[in-house]
T-cell receptor, first 116, second 119 residues
Framework: AQTVTQSQPEMSVQEAETVTLSCTYD???????LFWYKQPPSRQMILVIR??????QNATENRFSVNFQKAAKSFSLKISDSQLGDAAMYFC?????????????FGQGTELSVKP | DAGVTQSPTHLIKTRGQQVTLRCSPK?????VSWYQQALGQGPQFIFQ???????QRGNFPDRFSGHQFPNYSSELNVNALLLGDSALYLC??????????????????FGEGSRLTVL
């Protein structure tokens, strides 16, 4: 069975600084998707960034980028130029490539606080 | 364009009662998944509905059941409520389950959830 582990329950960053959130996963599959979701106090999960395992290039979305190490089964999220609005719970998630629109396996989450 | 909507937003029940939660998917989406998120935890997959049938199920007892209607909206029913069922219940929608779309990431769009408290 696939598992996702986030070992940092809480992280803190100064506004405008850079922070990296860690995620490791376990799977026997060779093709899959990885995601980072943000959950603000409003509770709605918002997709931040996704990575296809068959792509070697790390995904980037504006201030958000990932460091995908397939052999090490590691998938960290880097947030550059942190803003107050980035404060939220962040969840790493895994999905089998053939599992369309279905089962996401989430980590336990990392609560990010941003200090002004 | 309305996103995923869920109702009610909050509700309180007592042990042994039954509850029904409702979800309307994002416009154009035909697949609905339900997740349970206990306090301080990541969401856990309950089940997925497509074409009015349950297609996948997570590790949840039969007390958890669901339904999908012809307009793609969905209900989650939980019978014989336990204190441990207290959680945020999230609905997520996506478009398509066709295998030929396997390269489509099938991005999930989430609602704001229904907060269930069981006393």
């Amino acid at each position: 069975a696939q598992t996702v582990t986030q070992s940092q329950p809480e992280m803190s960053v100064q506004e405008a600084e850079t922070v990296t959130l860690s995620c490791t996963y376990d799977t026997s599959e060779s093709d899959y998707y990885l995601f980072w979701y943000k959950q603000p106090p409003s509770r709605q999960m918002i997709l931040v960034i996704r990575q296809e395992a068959y792509k070697q290039q790390n995904a980037t979305e504006n201030r958000f980028s990932v460091n995908f190490q397939k052999a090490a089964k590691s998938f960290s999220l880097k947030i550059s130029d942190s803003q107050l609005g980035d404060a939220a719970m962040y969840f790493c998630a895994y999905r089998n490539i053939y599992n369309q629109g279905g089962k996401l396996i989430f980590g336990q989450g990392t609560e990010l606080s941003v200090k002004p | 364009d309305a996103g995923v909507t869920q109702s009610p937003t909050h509700l309180i029940k007592t042990r042994g009662q039954q509850v029904t939660l409702r979800c309307s998917p994002k416009s154009g989406h035909d697949t609905v998944s339900w997740y349970q998120q206990a306090l301080g935890q990541g969401p856990q997959f309950i089940f997925q509905y497509y074409e009015e049938e349950e297609r996948q199920r997570g590790n949840f007892p039969d007390r958890f059941s669901g339904h999908q209607f012809p307009n793609y909206s969905s209900e989650l029913n939980v019978n014989a409520l336990l204190l441990g069922d207290s959680a945020l219940y999230l609905c997520a929608s996506s478009a398509g389950l066709e295998e030929f779309e396997f390269l489509n990431t099938g991005e999930l769009f989430f609602g704001e959830g229904s907060r269930l408290t069981v006393l």
